[in-house]
């Protein structure tokens, strides 16, 4: 008898695999299961039954293919394959759900907002059908990949058989680069924004230059803006402040004062507001948005680096000399309020508003008669900016207490796919009713302090939202293909009767100017205007009160009779 036959007998040879049949095998799962949306949008338009689409169909798989091969070749060795090509099946997975379900573009501004999302979104962006989807395309996977054996080359060959890889797929990506190159071209050149949903490379291309614009922007300070601001002569006469409210994903469509089928804005309609139905946003999302409603020169000339690199509105108008403060209730003020007074309805935590860190936005207003009897007492000009929680998607019920549950059916369901299109807008019309009874809390406070304060309110909302239209849901499709839904918002004025008295402000004037198409880029110069800041980065051309001011230095004015 053998002696091997006394063995116990030996473990199942754990499969061996080279580093190069891993990057293939993944390469090919993502190209399969990946993609949907990108073949879905490159094809569009295309005939089935020609046999041209089926090649050009098969050319873009290779090219897929190669690129994640080249991709994994170069970032994956004997130790670090398993481990990303694991992160990139879980990202992957995770962006092909979300860019499933949302029609939602992965490119540098929404892996910002990805990777800026806070615990609580996060929380709500989860559902059992993301689970499920996430243990069949990552988990599964990444199971069978754990148990394979990577083999283990001597150096020179590995290098060999590496270089040898990356060469040939280079010379099939560049071969299929000259066999498409036509209709390649043009698929690019007219939907350029189709790169953003090649699945996983995206996340890694679009978080390399967020990191990448983030090390450049570190390394330099801000740029001074105005620093020859100063407030014009009747900022000393009585105590003002100015209360810029910055609404979230609150779409023009669905704004009642602005001729939706629903009064979704019954307390602002029973107050003299001015209401500016057409407003268009800089931004479909708010890292882009807010940093740029902030700023001189947003969409009309757009410049992201020079943003981000620059001093805010608020930095100005505090060293103009006014008392600047930003109160959250959403994710941060995204740099608008560096180094400036500041603070979070959720640090407040007013009794009754919050729940795990969410708020309702009437913790915005929490202690304002207080604030408001302070600057009665202590004078001066304060600008308050309160960053609403507004409409944020998708969990649109949760914005609003019950009392506000006014439209139903409403989706109570954090997932929107498990909602009709009219549960989906009559939850999110239920928020908008909540946002219209905060600014109309707000107001009536304002009025309240009327005799003591001088005050203004200018509401804006930082982007709309899609809500099934064309197939799309929440926002941040890029800004040159955007949908009206994503880009017009609502925008609401408001003064106690001191206010446009000791600007000299012709507040018909100013009705008659609403009435006309305005931007975000609007907002920096009216700001300045409504108080009567005197700098060199004024533009009058972009100030709303232009010509509707009498005092105005610099402003053409035109006398208020
Ligand atoms: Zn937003």
């Given at each position: 008898?053998?002696?091997?036959?006394?063995?116990?007998?030996?473990?199942?040879?754990?499969?061996?695999?080279?580093?190069?049949?891993?990057?293939?095998?993944?390469?090919?799962?993502?190209?399969?299961?990946?993609?949907?949306?990108?073949?879905?949008?490159?094809?569009?338009?295309?005939?089935?039954?020609?046999?041209?689409?089926?090649?050009?169909?098969?050319?873009?798989?290779?090219?897929?293919?190669?690129?994640?091969?080249?991709?994994?070749?170069?970032?994956?060795?004997?130790?670090?394959?398993?481990?990303?090509?694991?992160?990139?099946?879980?990202?992957?997975?995770?962006?092909?759900?979300?860019?499933?379900?949302?029609?939602?573009?992965?490119?540098?501004?929404?892996?910002?907002?990805?990777?800026?999302?806070?615990?609580?979104?996060?929380?709500?962006?989860?559902?059992?059908?993301?689970?499920?989807?996430?243990?069949?395309?990552?988990?599964?996977?990444?199971?069978?990949?754990?148990?394979?054996?990577?083999?283990?080359?001597?150096?020179?060959?590995?290098?060999?058989?590496?270089?040898?890889?990356?060469?040939?797929?280079?010379?099939?990506?560049?071969?299929?680069?000259?066999?498409?190159?036509?209709?390649?071209?043009?698929?690019?050149?007219?939907?350029?924004?189709?790169?953003?949903?090649?699945?996983?490379?995206?996340?890694?291309?679009?978080?390399?230059?967020?990191?990448?614009?983030?090390?450049?922007?570190?390394?330099?300070?801000?740029?001074?803006?105005?620093?020859?601001?100063?407030?014009?002569?009747?900022?000393?006469?009585?105590?003002?402040?100015?209360?810029?409210?910055?609404?979230?994903?609150?779409?023009?469509?669905?704004?009642?004062?602005?001729?939706?089928?629903?009064?979704?804005?019954?307390?602002?309609?029973?107050?003299?507001?001015?209401?500016?139905?057409?407003?268009?946003?800089?931004?479909?999302?708010?890292?882009?948005?807010?940093?740029?409603?902030?700023?001189?020169?947003?969409?009309?000339?757009?410049?992201?680096?020079?943003?981000?690199?620059?001093?805010?509105?608020?930095?100005?108008?505090?060293?103009?000399?006014?008392?600047?403060?930003?109160?959250?209730?959403?994710?941060?003020?995204?740099?608008?309020?560096?180094?400036?007074?500041?603070?979070?309805?959720?640090?407040?935590?007013?009794?009754?508003?919050?729940?795990?860190?969410?708020?309702?936005?009437e913790g915005l207003l929490a202690g304002l008669d207080e604030r408001l009897a302070r600057v009665a007492r202590q004078g001066g000009t304060h600008v308050w900016v309160l960053h609403m929680l507004g409409n944020h998607g998708p969990s649109y019920f949760r914005r609003y207490p019950p009392a506000f549950a006014r439209y139903q059916?409403?989706?109570?369901?954090?997932?929107?796919?498990?909602?009709?299109?009219?549960?989906?807008?009559?939850?999110?019309?239920?928020?908008?009713?909540?946002?219209?009874?905060?600014?109309?809390?707000?107001?009536?406070?304002?009025?309240?302090?009327?005799?003591?304060?001088?005050?203004?309110?200018?509401?804006?909302?930082?982007?709309?939202?899609?809500?099934?239209?064309k197939g799309l849901f929440l926002h941040g499709v890029p800004y040159a293909i955007a949908p009206d839904e994503q880009t017009q918002v609502p925008m609401v004025m408001w003064w106690s009767a001191g206010w446009p008295a000791r600007g000299a402000l012709d507040t018909a004037c100013l009705a008659s100017r609403a009435a006309q198409p305005v931007t975000h880029d609007h907002l920096f110069h009216t700001v300045l205007g409504l108080l009567d800041v005197r700098t060199q980065v004024h533009e009058p051309a972009w100030d709303l009160t232009?010509?509707?001011?009498?005092?105005?230095?610099?402003?053409?004015?035109?006398?208020?009779?």
């Amino acid at each position: 008898m053998p002696p091997s036959a006394h063995r116990p007998p030996a473990p199942p040879a754990r499969v061996g695999a080279s580093v190069e049949q891993v990057a293939a095998a993944a390469s090919l799962f993502w190209v399969l299961s990946a993609n949907p949306t990108f073949f879905r949008a490159a094809l569009n338009g295309r005939l089935l039954a020609e046999p041209s689409t089926w090649a050009f169909a098969v050319g873009l798989a290779l090219l897929l293919f190669g690129l994640h091969f080249l991709l994994l070749l170069v970032l994956a060795n004997r130790w670090t394959v398993k481990p990303v090509v694991s992160l990139l099946l879980v990202a992957g997975a995770a962006g092909t759900w979300f860019t499933q379900a949302y029609g939602v573009f992965l490119d540098p501004t929404m892996l910002r907002n990805v990777l800026r999302t806070d615990p609580a979104e996060a929380r709500e962006l989860w559902s059992w059908a993301l689970l499920a989807h996430l243990a069949l395309y990552a988990g599964l996977p990444i199971a069978l990949l754990w148990r394979l054996r990577i083999e283990h080359r001597p150096w020179g060959r590995a290098a060999l058989r590496r270089g040898a890889a990356l060469g040939l797929t280079l010379l099939l990506l560049l071969g299929l680069l000259l066999a498409m190159y036509q209709p390649l071209a043009s698929l690019m050149r007219n939907h350029r924004e189709l790169r953003y949903l090649v699945t996983p490379a995206n996340l890694v291309w679009s978080t390399g230059a967020v990191l990448a614009r983030d090390a450049r922007g570190a390394a330099r300070p801000r740029q001074p803006l105005g620093t020859d601001a100063t407030l014009g002569p009747d900022a000393g006469t009585r105590p003002r402040v100015l209360v810029l409210v910055v609404g979230e994903t609150a779409r023009a469509a669905n704004w009642g004062l602005s001729g939706y089928a629903r009064q979704t804005t019954p307390g602002l309609a029973q107050r003299e507001v001015l209401n500016f139905p057409h407003v268009t946003a800089c931004g479909t999302n708010t890292e882009t948005s807010l940093p740029c409603m902030f700023a001189p020169v947003g969409r009309r000339d757009y410049d992201e680096a020079r943003i981000r690199g620059s001093e805010s509105l608020l930095h100005l108008l505090s060293r103009a000399g006014v008392q600047v403060h930003w109160r959250d209730n959403q994710s941060g003020c995204k740099g608008v309020c560096d180094g400036l007074p500041q603070d979070t309805v959720a640090a407040l935590n007013p009794p009754g508003l919050c729940d795990a860190g969410r708020c309702l936005d009437e913790g915005l207003l929490a202690g304002l008669d207080e604030r408001l009897a302070r600057v009665a007492r202590q004078g001066g000009t304060h600008v308050w900016v309160l960053h609403m929680l507004g409409n944020h998607g998708p969990s649109y019920f949760r914005r609003y207490p019950p009392a506000f549950a006014r439209y139903q059916p409403a989706c109570r369901d954090d997932d929107l796919r498990r909602c009709s299109t009219e549960q989906i807008a009559n939850a999110y019309d239920n928020a908008l009713l909540y946002t219209d009874h905060v600014l109309a809390s707000l107001l009536a406070t304002l009025q309240a302090h009327a005799a003591q304060v001088d005050s203004s309110m200018l509401y804006v909302s930082d982007h709309g939202e899609s809500l099934g239209e064309k197939g799309l849901f929440l926002h941040g499709v890029p800004y040159a293909i955007a949908p009206d839904e994503q880009t017009q918002v609502p925008m609401v004025m408001w003064w106690s009767a001191g206010w446009p008295a000791r600007g000299a402000l012709d507040t018909a004037c100013l009705a008659s100017r609403a009435a006309q198409p305005v931007t975000h880029d609007h907002l920096f110069h009216t700001v300045l205007g409504l108080l009567d800041v005197r700098t060199q980065v004024h533009e009058p051309a972009w100030d709303l009160t232009r010509g509707c001011r009498s005092d105005a230095a610099g402003a053409p004015g035109k006398a208020a009779s």
